[in-house]
């Protein structure tokens, strides 16, 4: 057998981890300023594109595809070269993978604080840089099947599948929530509205946090911790079936996001009855990850890669274990809209995708730079402060979603809320706020900390760009026919990505077909009507400014939030709703039924500064929106725009809908001019104001 | 009033039975072929991170 000598590609790996630690500090400092706007909102110190719903979508995305992203491509580059043996199929492909990638990152980075967003959470990035993506996953795929393809080891090993299901069904995900009509070059519409968005939306939602923060996770589970551990996996059998039951399974769970909101019942049953399914795949990987320790865990105790990844797996099994517990209808009434989904989602974030990455790091940067790791002191400095900072970030969002939640539920025994003002629920969950700072701060610590020991590591070690090794070349198929169906599967990499895109596809058509169908046979509501041009304005400056990330427009049908909020919301009401803006946490009261209950005037002075409508509000104050004028040159293109979706404007309505705002706009200027506020009806707080004064109105029957 | 999506859909009663019909022969064949799977491959497969470049042994402690 002819043995080839070739080397692996160390360059591209590296690079990736550099950027992956810049992104982790970068995205954990700005979810630290958030998570202080929370309780001291002057931090944005007035300026609008730093201000919590700008900045905390910046938080998220940083975190999860820059940090994370990065962390992926680091550990699958490296990994991937070595299982199967090749070196990536192109370096150029790499370099454009990893350029193209940081330019999305950047341009991120700059459109968020600008107000340029599509509002849906974790895809807010709008039209042109969705099409960069799509672009820069093709070429990931591309170089990924390239290296299978010429690989020299004839099977498959698990990583790979796992790595292969992510670029099949994250490519799918992106590319279905992605559907936009563009405005202009920077601002598009969903294709989708209302109900349908929302479910699109969270049929992402769920599946980003599956292929995007799970998937290539296990996959650099199944290789890395083996590796740390030098032992084999506990059982090869068991990856198998947590591969295909996972990526069966958990497509189908992502309405459970959505549980007693207008979503049809028959789709938000089937998101619960997957989530609980989902318990087995999730339990079995974990347990096939710790039991791959099984006899070494002395090793635990001394190797500081070892203990990150326990606990990354341990935090993995918890997250998964929570997760189909909230999707229990009892469980998610009450914990819905609070923080603990907060909670829940950082002890995924900071344990199984934080720590897997820190432990695959410690591990990394003394291979690539051929030397020993600069300081293990500082490494398990590193452990027991990060470990110490989620501790103090979870059980803090615990005890507040709790507090919040059994505060909006108690009624007196007269039979009225025991907490009608919503700001009291929230005032009494501020000093746990503060303590999930002071946790994300200590794990925040830990990651400088880590920078420092992973820099020092390679200052004293050099590093090796080119890994020359040799193996044996790939024997063109000697296919016997007693080989059982899989093996002969595993070996043919399009199959196989075929078979996987088909499992993942089977549950997304399952569950978005016939919410589609609803478009004919949904119950229309004769008085739902299309926004008016200045409504639509007022829509977009409340997208532009990120109300959703702290106020739901979705009132579910308990007597706590009919008694609060006015009359539950009907699936009918938001047909014009492209994007939805049911929003997913309730920092603020929802708004659903907000419209016609205060006048013009208190939200004049509400936006202008909260606390003199509100006393103790930690609602920043939206001083720049009595100032900057409304885009009406912009009018014309979002209603024809709207017209394309479908939105029944009559004809022409483009040509005359300025003049409708403007007929709209001066009476509410007149309005609050009679009140004895100056204000100029070209402003965009008139828009908002408008926007506001509608919502909810349409079925509204007692005042 | 949310059931009237559900009875309003053409044909619902297919939908959990399709999933049924794909799902139990699914989790059938997988059981199968981990079963018929032979030791020789399971031990290459689990081996094969381990062996991934000449110097390992050297690497690790």
Redesign the interface.
Known sequence: MEVQKFS?DNRIVRDFTIASVVFAIVGMLVGIIVASQIFTPELNAGIQYITFGRIRPLHTNAVIFAFVGNAIFAGVYY?MQ??L?ARMFSDLLSRIHFWGWQLIILSAAITLPLGITTSKEYAELEWPIDIAITLIWVVFAINMFGTIIKRR?K?I???VWFYIATIVTVAMLHIVNSLELPVSFLKSYSLYAGVQDALVQWWYGHNAVAFFLTTPYLGLM??FL??AA????YS??LS??HF??LI?IYIWAGPHHLLYTAL???AQSLGTVFSIMLIAPSWGGMINGLLTLRGAWDKVREDVVLKFMVVAVTAYGMATFEGPMLSLKNFNALMHYTDWIVSHVHVGALGWNGFLTFGMFYYLVP?LYRTELYSKKMANFHFWIGTLGIVFYVSSMYWAGLTQTLMWKQFTPMGTLQYPNFLETTLQIIPMHMIRAFGGLLYFTGVIVMAYNLVKTAKQGSFLAN?E??APALQKAELSSKE????MLEKRPIQFALLAFVAVA?GGM?ELV?TF??KS???TIASVRPYTPLELQGRDIYIREGCNNCHSQMVRPFRSETERFGEYS??GEYVYDHPFLWGSRRTGPDLHRVGGKYPNLWHYFHMENPRSMSPGSIMPPYPWLLTQDIDTASTAAKIRTMQALGVPYPKGFDVTANEILQVQADSIAADLQRNKVPAESNKEIIALIGYLQRLGTDIKVKQ | ??????S???G?AA?PI??LL??VP??IA??I?????DKK??????????H???EQSE??N
């Open positions: 692996y990994s070595r299982v043996k080891e099977h090993y698990v990583a199944y290789y083996p590796k030098n032992r084999p996996v090869y059998r198998i079936v295909w039951a069966f049809p019942d028959w291979k890994e090794t040799e059982t169906f899989h093996k089977i399952i016939p169908m609803i046979n949904i119950p009907k699936a | 009033m949310l059931s009237q999506y559900l309003s859909i053409d619902v939908y399709f999933s794909i799902f699914f989790f997988v059981t072929w981990i079963f018929k799977l491959y399971l031990n290459h497969m689990s081996e094969l991170p381990l991934d470049s000449p690497l690790r």
